[in-house]
């Protein structure tokens, strides 16, 4: 299904670079996503799957905490079913690969190798080829394990920072999948641009623990400079002696952060609570080195007023401030929906719906969707008849397994 997007005549940025996608799960799908809004051709090579009902990536079918993968990162997408383990599927890959620009893959090391569809033998057909792999780790004495986002936030450190203290917690969202494969999708773009200068493509390899390494150095920098090893964020030692979550009086959560001198005046003047014109929180220093009393202090003056009344004082103050949500709220927040932040999509049963677009914006111009969530092959024959290796109107994939 195609949804309109974009302005008549407006070009997009990657718009004539044809991507060939073999990924499931968050990682590889984040990566194709990212040029795919941005005007890539993302073609997906799905496996024709075990029946009817399961035609497809896999990801399709998820539940739980991963019944959302698939529809977050596979708009603007053509999906094309090809049996890999097929000569003639694998015959349609090789040459939808030697038509392409970019090849993106996240499956195990050496999987995609034994079909043949690995860099050193795709790039013998197509020497300009971006071959993109999205793995666990990068090159060194890791790089054969298997990964997972949460064993690389447990094993860099950043599940160690985020939960509460003695017990490590992976963050509430797939951050490294989602990161990597920006990784991913940055490292093609650069790729892209060094084959305009040399005209020769090149393999480029994104990796989950690297990223999560990327995600905690501001901590481990901490500790270079000051000798001290860090502590879990929940144990509330914070740079700034007011950044932390308060209850308004009618049980709303809220966020507040004061960060310099002025934006203290600004609070206590606000406040007008004479409580906090103390001299041992006259500094952002001593009051960073006084939370424990200060923080207390502040939560029962902010429990006095009502949420509205807190928005209302710190929007007015341009203090940082932020309600406490749960993801479903985004749906109706005001500001996403008036600035084009949600784009529509059909999930695949037709209930239509909305997800987060890109975080950038060209000019006044936002990404939107192209192309809506393919269904299981929906452009097998149509991608097919471009190559002149399917018949026209042929209604089924000519390279699955009856």
Request: charged share 20%; with cysteine.
């Amino acid at each position: 299904m195609t949804v309109a997007a974009n302005e008549p005549g407006k070009t997009l940025p990657l718009q004539g670079i044809r991507v060939i996608e073999v990924t499931h799960m968050v990682m590889g799908p984040t990566c194709g996503l990212v040029l795919a809004d941005l005007g890539a051709d993302v073609i997906k090579i799905e496996p024709p799957g075990k029946d009817e009902a399961h035609r497809g990536d896999h990801t399709r079918y998820l539940t739980s905490t991963g019944a959302g993968f698939f529809a977050a990162c596979n708009r603007n997408k053509r999906s094309v079913i090809l049996d890999l383990d097929t000569e003639q599927g694998r015959e349609a890959a090789h040459a939808l690969a030697a038509s392409a620009d970019v090849f993106i893959e996240n499956f195990r090391p050496g999987a995609l190798a034994a079909k043949g569809l690995d860099y050193e033998t795709l790039k013998d057909a197509n020497p300009g080829l971006v071959y993109c792999s999205l793995k666990g780790f990068l090159a060194g004495p890791y790089e054969s394990r298997t990964a997972l986002d949460e064993v690389a936030q447990m094993m860099s450190g950043l599940a160690f920072m985020t939960g509460p203290v003695g017990r490590p917690l992976r963050a509430g969202a797939p951050v490294n999948d989602m990161m990597g494969g920006l990784f991913g999708a940055l490292a093609v773009m650069a790729a892209l641009r060094e084959r305009d200068l040399t005209g020769l493509g090149q393999q480029v390899r994104s990796g989950l623990f690297e990223n999560a390494a990327w995600l905690v150095s501001t901590h481990m920098l901490q500790y270079a400079v000051s000798g001290q090893r860090p502590v879990p964020m929940s144990a509330g030692k914070r740079a700034w002696g007011v950044y932390d979550t308060f209850q308004s009086s009618d049980g709303v959560g809220i966020f507040i952060g004061v960060v310099t001198e002025r934006q203290w005046e600004i609070f206590t003047t606000a406040l007008g609570e004479p409580e906090l014109l103390d001299p041992a929180y006259r500094t952002n220093n001593l009051r960073s080195q006084a939370r424990d009393r200060l923080i207390p202090l502040v939560a029962r003056l902010i429990a006095r007023h009502p949420i509205g009344e807190l928005e209302a004082l710190c929007e007015k103050a341009g203090l940082p401030f932020a309600r406490i949500v749960e993801p479903p709220d985004l749906y109706d927040d005001a500001h996403l929906n008036a600035g084009e932040g949600l784009l529509p999509i059909t999930l695949q049963d037709g209930r239509a719906t909305s997800v987060p677009g890109l975080p950038v914006q060209f000019g006044e111009r936002r990404l939107g969707v192209r192309l809506d969530l393919p269904q299981p092959g929906e452009h097998t024959a149509q991608v097919l008849r471009e190559l002149g290796l399917a018949p026209a109107g042929a209604p089924e994939p000519i390279t699955t397994t009856p």
